[in-house]
């Protein structure tokens, strides 16, 4: 006799029993031998169900394993990177700071230097006014300098703004005069155009002074010939 094994539905196979003789099962054989096909076909199953989830629990084991392996190696080269980036901002303010000092040194001898020419009497109102301009450039590129130190203020976001009382006037004429002997070099002439403006304005006069340094300097830089014009309304 043949016994098909079952899955739901579904024949994966049969339990073929022979009789011993002429002797076809009885009745009760027969029920028995169905009963024991279904406890068989049952028992496969659910073997082979067992088998397909260790080797799911496997699978994701292998895939746990191999994710963490990962986000260790990420780690470590985040850690790395990081560990370069803190020698890269240690080596970059020690530079910066040798630099200043650098700078500082001469630069404080020229400022110095024109402010005790200034008194003198000997000179005319041209050459003091010359002297002036220098010293302004002199003040100027100092505070520079000192900003150079504050990158990583900059770096983080961290700039305020230092606002005074100023006078727009007065700030737009010294820039005019820090850069009309490179204008005349180039044989350009250099021009101030100023219309109703407040008498004093809370800015960052460092800021603005630099701004206007910036777009005027360029404004030389890239103009052959004619003039170049500053206008504040």
Same mark, same amino acid.
């Given at each position: 006799?043949?016994?098909?094994?079952?899955?739901?539905?579904?024949?994966?196979?049969?339990?073929?029993?022979?009789?011993?003789?002429?002797?076809?099962?009885?009745?009760?054989?027969?029920? =028995?031998?169905?009963?024991?096909?279904?406890?068989?076909?049952?028992?496969?199953?659910?073997?082979?169900?067992?088998?397909?989830?260790?080797?799911?629990?496997?699978?994701?084991? #292998?895939?746990?394993?191999?994710?963490?392996? =990962?986000?260790?190696?990420?780690?470590?080269?985040?850690?790395? @990177?990081?560990?370069?980036? #803190?020698?890269?901002?240690?080596?970059?303010?020690?530079?910066?700071?040798?630099?200043?000092?650098?700078?500082?040194?001469?630069?404080?001898?020229?400022?110095?230097?024109?402010?005790?020419?200034?008194?003198?009497?000997? =000179?005319?109102?041209?050459?003091?006014?010359?002297?002036?301009?220098?010293?302004?450039?002199? #003040?100027?590129?100092?505070?520079?300098?000192?900003?150079?130190?504050?990158?990583?203020?900059?770096?983080?976001?961290?700039?305020?703004?230092?606002?005074?009382?100023?006078?727009?006037?007065?700030? @737009?004429?010294?820039?005019?005069?820090?850069?009309?002997?490179?204008?005349?070099?180039?044989?350009?002439?250099?021009?101030?155009?100023?219309?109703?403006?407040?008498?004093?304005?809370?800015?960052?006069?460092?800021?603005?002074?630099?701004?206007?340094?910036?777009?005027?300097?360029?404004?030389?830089?890239?103009?052959?010939?004619?003039?170049?014009?500053?206008?504040?309304?």
């Amino acid at each position: 006799s043949v016994f098909p094994l079952k899955d739901k539905n579904r024949v994966f196979g049969v339990l073929v029993v022979y009789a011993d003789g002429q002797t076809p099962f009885s009745a009760d054989e027969a029920q =028995l031998l169905h009963e024991l096909t279904d406890s068989l076909a049952f028992g496969i199953v659910a073997q082979r169900t067992n088998a397909a989830h260790r080797h799911s629990e496997q699978e994701l084991a #292998n895939y746990r394993d191999h994710l963490e392996q =990962l986000v260790y190696e990420r780690t470590q080269a985040l850690a790395a @990177a990081l560990t370069q980036a #803190n020698t890269a901002n240690r080596a970059k303010s020690a530079f910066l700071s040798n630099m200043s000092h650098e700078l500082r040194t001469p630069l404080n001898a020229v400022i110095g230097f024109s402010r005790l020419m200034t008194r003198s009497a000997h =000179l005319d109102a041209g050459e003091k006014k010359n002297l002036e301009i220098i010293n302004r450039s002199g #003040n100027h590129l100092l505070t520079l300098i000192n900003d150079v130190l504050e990158l990583s203020k900059i770096e983080a976001g961290q700039v305020a703004l230092t606002e005074t009382s100023s006078d727009i006037a007065e700030l @737009a004429w010294e820039v005019i005069d820090m850069l009309r002997p490179r204008a005349e070099q180039g044989g350009l002439t250099l021009t101030l155009d100023l219309q109703a403006l407040p008498a004093t304005v809370r800015v960052d006069t460092i800021k603005l002074r630099q701004i206007l340094i910036n777009l005027l300097g360029n404004a030389i830089k890239f103009t052959h010939q004619g003039s170049v014009s500053l206008i504040i309304h």
